[in-house]
């Protein structure tokens, strides 16, 4: 049963929240197997005193719009597994929200 914390900047509409819960969880059906109900996440809104991040650490330039995603699963799932799936919930999230890849933190 893996478990999902996603946090972001508050002020984010519901629907955009519940989108970006969507994208994660699809990615984990389509690259780990897991299971339609086994759909368990946890969404926090932060304050910008509170979600602490370098704009440009890496050379990679984010903005207000950064999300941070943890999961957390069992043992089991290859290296290759895991880049896959990091950059399907990427992927999704550009087409689905425009978000900005250098925006998604995993």
Same mark, same amino acid.
């Given at each position: 049963?893996?478990?999902?914390?996603?946090?972001?900047?508050?002020?984010?509409?519901?629907?955009?929240?519940?989108a970006i819960g969507d994208a994660v969880h699809d990615a984990l059906m389509e690259c780990f197997g897991v299971p339609a109900r086994d759909h368990f996440q946890i969404i926090n809104e932060h304050?910008?005193?509170?979600?602490?991040?370098?704009?440009?650490?890496?050379?990679?330039? +984010? %903005?207000? *719009?950064?999300? =941070?995603?943890?999961?957390?699963?069992?043992?089991?799932?290859?290296?290759?597994?895991?880049?896959?799936?990091?950059?399907?919930?990427?992927?999704?999230?550009?087409?689905?929200?425009?978000? +900005? %890849?250098? *925006?998604?933190? =995993?």
């Open positions: 049963m893996p478990i999902v914390r996603i946090d972001l900047l508050a002020g984010k509409p519901t629907s955009y929240k519940r304050t910008p005193d509170d979600l602490i991040y370098d704009p440009n650490y890496f050379d990679i330039e +984010r %903005t207000n *719009d950064i999300v =941070i995603i943890q999961v957390t699963l069992s043992t089991g799932r290859s290296t290759e597994q895991k880049q896959a799936f990091y950059a399907r919930v990427a992927t999704l999230l550009q087409k689905n929200l425009g978000m +900005r %890849t250098q *925006d998604v933190l =995993i």
